[in-house]
């Protein structure tokens, strides 16, 4: 994906020989979550899970209004799952508990295209939008589970359950019965749009949206998609001279 990101560029440059190349960095927080169905029913009780991006990006102006701008970031995303149900009858109660935490740490490459426009003396407003190609690396997950029960003969458990998330695509029929990770595919399609206010002196604030469009599931039984929401802050350095 570095190498990807490096043609884009050099590639731009030559687009136009007048074309102003501006480089920068940005750190965001991101509020992210996940699909997961199976056999087309929907893990109930899902949340948000909070986490970071952080990234550098490459704004090539292809005219006053209209800019090309690849970034390249790492991101930490995941999901969550909670469920709390407490079946009662003749005096008796079961209640189930499970709190399911995923969490993944991915490289990005959104491909966006910027609008600006002038908004006062001091900078313009940005909207920008495009695909993103995004490369899971590793992951984690954490399945808390218990069940409180007041009926006789049923006895009260908990367990913990953690593991490894990995990216190499294997299906159930690929791995061991006692294997404990978590296998989803590597390379996830999808897409992107922001709005945000640039500053002349270079800073910048974006409120964006990023969703995917693959299964990267590699079940044929299992639907697992990504998004998340993220506010970003930036800068972006000095134009290089035409």
Known sequence: MKRILIVLIVSGLFISASAQVQFGLQASGISSSAKIKEEGESFPGRKNLIGVRLG????????????????LNYASKGTRFKQNETDEELGYSITYFMDSKFTTSIIELPLNVAYSAPAGK???????????????????????????????????ESEVIKGKIKFDGKTYDEVSDDDEDFHLKGL??????????????????????????????????TKYTTSYFGVSVGYLFSKAAK
Do not use: H
């Open 56 to 71: 550098a990006l490459v704004k090539i102006n292809l005219s006053d209004k209209f800019a090309f701008m690849p970034e």
């Open 122 to 156: 001091k900078g313009s407003v940005v909207f920008g939008l495009g695909p993103v190609m995004s490369l899971g690396i590793g992951g984690k997950y954490n399945v808390d589970y218990k069940i409180t029960s007041t009926f006789p003969g049923i006895d009260s």
């Open 188 to 221: 996830e399609l999808g897409g992107n749009f922001f709005a945000g206010y640039q500053m002349n002196s270079g800073l910048f604030f974006r409120a964006g949206y990023n969703f995917g469009l693959t299964n990267i599931s590699p079940n044929e039984d």
